[in-house]
């Protein structure tokens, strides 16, 4: 079946990077573009980027433009993000998630991975 | 940027109630809005898509109405399963989820 399956749980200091893994598996992994949301605890969910696994391009939230990356790896079929220069306000859970169309990004998103922990703490 | 305003943001019902949630978008995303439902420690889970088309395996008591600015989401009869949090999503530039609704137990 259609999983992902993102890496486990990570905590580092302020002013650190972190990179979360999202492995694919069950279907064709450079015909569907992935995102990645956060949600701090307690809070809603906000949109941080997404990548097209086929070229390898990626586009960002303004919000995150300068410390972070999307990168992929087709021989795993596995979507990566990096986001650097940690502060205590990105302590949250990321997901990775697939949007439902075919080669195209702009669409629901309609498999989620399980969700990562990043905690930013001294 | 979109923004995307849901009411209420708690909503108490019982099973078997029907139940609909609002969502505003700040200016027109055609019908390009999705509904999750999230349960706590859980990844969202897609109900609707193009505001109205429901996601393969979702029960028909969900249901997703409105174009342009405004948009419904409705359970015709609540379960004990359906108590959760629900979003509204636009993806018609980029994309902006709603604050959220907790639907809850009376």
């Known amino acids: 079946q259609v999983q992902l399956v993102q890496s486990g749980a990570e905590v580092k200091k302020p002013g650190a990077s972190v990179k979360v893994s999202c492995k694919t598996s069950?279907?064709?992994?450079?015909?569907?573009?992935i995102h990645w949301v956060r949600q701090a605890p307690g809070q809603g969910l906000e949109w941080m980027g997404v990548i097209n696994p086929s070229g390898g391009s990626a586009t960002y939230s303004q919000k995150f433009q300068g410390r972070i990356s999307m990168t992929r790896d087709t021989s795993t079929s596995t979507v990566y993000m990096e986001l650097s220069s940690l502060i205590s306000e990105d302590t949250a859970v990321y997901f990775c998630?697939?949007?439902?169309?075919?080669?195209?990004?702009?669409?629901?998103?309609?498999?989620w991975g399980q969700g990562t922990m990043v905690t930013a703490s001294s | 940027d979109i923004q995307m305003t849901q009411s209420p943001s708690t909503l108490s019902a019982s099973v078997g109630d029907r139940v609909t949630i609002t969502c505003r978008a700040s200016q027109s995303i055609s019908s390009w809005l999705a509904w999750y439902q999230q349960k706590p420690g859980k990844a969202p889970k897609l109900l609707i898509y193009?505001?109205?088309s429901l996601e393969s395996g979702v029960p028909s008591r969900f249901s997703g109405s409105g174009s342009e600015i405004e948009f419904t989401l409705t359970i015709s009869s609540l379960q004990p399963d359906d108590f959760a949090t629900y979003y509204c999503?636009?993806?018609?530039?980029?994309?902006?989820f709603g604050q959220g609704t907790r639907l809850e137990i009376k």
């Open positions: 998630a697939r949007a439902k169309g075919e080669q195209w990004p702009a669409d629901a998103f309609d498999i």
């Open positions: 069950g279907y064709t992994f450079t015909s569907h573009y």
């Open positions: 193009k505001a109205s």
């Open positions: 999503q636009q993806y018609s530039d980029y994309f902006t």
